[in-house]
Nanobody, 121 residues
Framework: VQLQASGGGLGQAGGSLRLSCVAS????????MGWFRQAPGKEREIVAA????????YYAEAVKGRFTASRDNDKSTVALQMNSLKPEDTAVYYC???????????????WGQGTQVTVSS
């Protein structure tokens, strides 16, 4: 199983970035997908999650109304649209796949390598 995340980089406060994650080696349409992030010195935390069908989503309070998760099961891809970026969004972002939509790291079986997002003020 491979999860390849991309789209990170340097963004400005108030700007936008879009992350993508392409999955291979698993039945993508049967997996919920999560986006997590980890800032230096902090624990990995949930950002957003989306059910296998895309019909259910979860967003952390810190990103609600700014970030949107979506998926394309035909392309085995999940995306995270990040708008109204804030400096506190700076972190390494990870995509993860699991059997069901959950908000804990333990609920996900497969992880991508992470992509750095840095937001300047």
């Amino acid at each position: 199983v491979q999860l390849q995340a991309s789209g990170g980089g340097l963004g400005q406060a108030g700007g936008s970035l879009r992350l993508s994650c392409v999955a291979s080696g698993l039945t993508f349409s049967r997996n919920a997908m999560g986006w997590f992030r980890q800032a230096p010195g902090k624990e990995r935390e949930i950002v957003a999650a989306i059910s296998w069908s895309g019909g259910a989503t979860y967003y952390a309070e810190a990103v609600k109304g700014r970030f949107t998760a979506s998926r394309d099961n035909d392309k085995s891809t999940v995306a995270l649209q990040m708008n109204s970026l804030k400096p506190e969004d700076t972190a390494v972002y990870y995509c993860a796949a699991g059997a069901r939509l959950t908000t804990t790291t333990r609920g996900y079986d497969y992880w991508g390598q992470g992509t750095q997002v840095t937001v300047s003020s």
